[in-house]
């Protein structure tokens, strides 16, 4: 395959990939064989990297939308009850074509909604995920405890958990490959989950040395159960489950104290920081400034659709700049190049892919290349893109592979499935 060479880049200059994998940056003098693509006076960056999305959520976006997180869950369990294998896809599809077209080349899925415990369901979001071309961190999610036994989820959602593990397993087994499709060990909340399956799941996942995920620290409420429950605070219950890692990464990590802080830091504990829905649902403000300087990985994450109608990366850089700010009264608690960094090296630290998120020689050609026609009078070119107007990304490449081009998706027709997601969406709530 002929050598690819973005030329003519605002930011960070030409650069050449080949088979894959960046070969060359800066100046970059044409070969005959060349295939020269024209990004004069766009900026590119690194392919942005979502660390915490639940994609089924498509199917039921604009819903509970006064309600904080529990009043939210216990609305939405008995509609997500409902959905079936194909539906599941048909979000899926959705969900990570609008993450290619905003600039995501990874996308992590945290699914734990398993309709007539029919596992098929992790098959049919790989397969929407080689549809579109991106990479996916599928977290085989899990709930087990029910609302008779004390947890938030009706009884009739949550799955045995034997069948869990044996499921994971064989997710695992089926689609891990390590490059396009990651699987995670992920059971879903404190609230949804037994002690076993949270002691278990993480025996499972590092028998085959695959990460884990779990929501943590999201709402005062979550902390009150735990303490109720548990006799303990959160994290304090992540370490006597065993969970304090370099091999873990945690949604939203809003309440925490300074020392559980800096314990998720020696730890090596990543966090998947998830503003817009933070706000949504009044979960709070996320202590992200406190995070960087203790060492915890940070990444972004969009959350399910349901919480962030949105559903792309791209506005969630702005909005983590300017939540950081209120939270700490400070107009230099993050800077534009902080929120990009967070969504893109940060990332790749949190889900263990350190060869991710950075434009460097050497590493796979996860590029995306952002309009700049509208930036040509802003003097920093990434003040710009992260401050300005929200834009989708003109042409979006994984592995070097192109997946965006000129705006559209090549590997999916994207109105065809929001039409088909609209139908059965609607056949859902009714
Ligand atoms: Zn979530």
């Known amino acids: 395959m002929a050598r690819i060479v973005l030329k003519g880049a605002r930011y960070p200059g030409d650069i050449a990939f080949e088979d894959g994998l960046i070969t060359e940056i800066g100046v970059i003098a044409s070969k005959p064989d060349d295939l020269i693509v024209d990004v004069g006076g766009d900026i590119v960056t690194p392919g942005l990297i979502n660390t915490h999305h639940h994609l089924y959520q498509w199917m039921t976006r604009g819903l509970a939308t006064g309600c904080d997180l529990f009043q939210w869950l216990t609305t939405l369990y008995p509609i997500w009850g409902r959905m079936s294998v194909e539906d599941v896809h048909a979000a899926a599809l959705v969900g990570l074509s609008e993450l290619a077209l905003t600039g995501c080349t990874t996308a992590s899925d945290h699914h734990y909604i398993v309709p007539n415990n029919d596992?098929?369901?992790?098959?049919?979001?790989?397969?929407?995920?080689?549809?579109?071309?991106i990479r996916l961190f599928l977290s085989r999610g899990s709930m087990d405890l029910g609302e008779s036994a004390g947890g938030l989820p009706p009884d009739n959602l949550v799955e045995d958990r034997d069948a869990i593990l044996s499921s994971t397993q064989r997710v695992i087994e089926e689609h891990h490959d390590g490059n396009m499709v990651h699987v995670v060990v992920a059971p879903c909340s404190p609230f949804s989950v037994s002690t076993e399956l949270m002691i278990e799941s993480a025996e499972l996942a590092r028998k085959y040395g695959l990460r884990m995920h779990t929501h943590l620290c999201e709402t005062i409420d979550e902390q009150e159960h735990c303490l109720e429950r548990f006799g303990k605070r959160p994290v304090m219950q992540l370490v006597d489950w065993g969970w304090a890692g370099d091999d873990v990464w945690l949604a939203h990590g809003i309440h925490l104290t300074t020392d559980e802080i800096s314990l998720?830091?020696?730890?090596?504990?990543?966090?998947?920081?998830?503003?817009?829905?933070?706000?949504?649902?009044?979960?709070?403000?996320?202590?992200?400034?406190?995070?960087?300087?203790?060492?915890?990985?940070?990444?972004?994450?969009?959350?399910?659709?349901?919480?962030?109608?949105?559903?792309?990366?791209?506005?969630?850089?702005?909005?983590?700049?300017?939540?950081?700010?209120?939270?700490?009264?400070?107009?230099?608690?993050?800077?534009?190049?902080?929120?990009?960094?967070?969504?893109?090296?940060?990332?790749?630290?949190?889900?263990?892919?350190?060869?991710?998120?950075?434009?460097?020689?050497?590493?796979?050609?996860?590029?995306?290349?952002?309009?700049?026609?509208?930036?040509?009078?802003?003097?920093?070119?990434?003040?710009?893109?992260?401050?300005?107007?929200?834009?989708?990304?003109?042409?979006?490449?994984?592995?070097?592979?192109?997946?965006?081009?000129?705006?559209?998706?090549?590997?999916?027709?994207?109105?065809?499935?929001?039409?088909?997601?609209?139908?059965?969406?609607?056949?859902?709530?009714?």
């Open 119 to 133: 596992d098929s369901v992790f098959d049919a979001i790989v397969d929407a995920a080689k549809a579109v071309g």
């Open 264 to 430: 998720l830091g020696e730890a090596g504990t990543g966090i998947a920081h998830c503003p817009s829905s933070n706000a949504r649902i009044a979960a709070g403000l996320c202590p992200v400034v406190d995070f960087s300087e203790n060492h915890v990985p940070v990444g972004l994450g969009v959350d399910g659709a349901a919480s962030n109608e949105v559903g792309g990366l791209f506005g969630e850089m702005r909005q983590a700049l300017y939540t950081a700010r209120i939270r700490e009264e400070r107009a230099d608690a993050l800077m534009p190049k902080d929120v990009l960094d967070m969504a893109t090296v940060g990332g790749a630290k949190c889900l263990g892919r350190e060869n991710l998120g950075a434009i460097n020689i050497g590493n796979p050609a996860d590029l995306v290349v952002w309009p700049g026609n509208d930036l040509g009078g802003i003097a920093d070119p990434i003040t710009g893109l992260i401050l300005g107007s929200d834009r989708r990304a003109k042409h979006v490449y994984v592995a070097g592979e192109q997946r965006v081009k000129d705006g559209e998706l090549l590997g999916v027709n994207v109105r065809t499935a929001h039409q088909k997601l609209a139908e059965r969406s609607k056949r859902l709530w009714n």
